[in-house]
């Protein structure tokens, strides 16, 4: 559930941007995106809790 939840807040957050051309808080290059992947991977994999 808590997946879903921030899934939806970061669709909002890219819409607002979108909408009021607000640039988008990420890299805009595949390299800065891959960075945001691998940090994600590694909290989703040694999150505490999990």
């Keep these: 559930m808590k997946e879903l939840i921030a ?3 970061a669709f909002g957050i890219g819409a607002v941007c979108g ?3 607000i640039p988008l808080p990420a ?3 595949w390299f800065g995106v ?6 994600w991977g590694g909290y989703m994999t040694f999150r ?3």
């Design 27 to 29: 890299p805009p290059h």
């Design 48 to 50: 505490p809790g999990s």
């Design 34 to 39: 891959l960075l945001i992947v691998a940090i």
């Design 19 to 21: 909408r009021f051309h």
């Design 7 to 9: 899934l939806l807040i």
